[in-house]
């Protein structure tokens, strides 16, 4: 479901955006903008794209290899 919002903005700002984003397509484009900061991932999608990224869990992997040799080095 969609809600209507009034917001206030520069005139500048306003002829600036229908020139770059076009009249009918401000709404879309601020959306767009807006909905990383107020609606977050679920934290399973999260761990997916994560575990996607090949260089990152190589890099993890070497890391976590080279502190379990740290651990067994230390006394108890």
């Known amino acids: ?28 484009f601020i959306e767009s903008l807006v909905r990383p900061h107020v609606i977050g991932k679920s934290l399973e999608s999260e761990y997916r794209e994560m575990a996607a990224d090949e260089l990152r869990e190589s890099e993890a992997h070497e890391w976590s290899e080279a502190t379990l040799g740290d651990v067994a080095d230390e006394t108890r």
């Open 1 to 28: 479901m969609s809600k209507r919002l009034t917001i206030t903005v520069d005139d500048r700002v306003y002829r600036g955006l229908q020139t770059v984003v076009g009249r009918r397509h401000i709404s879309q």
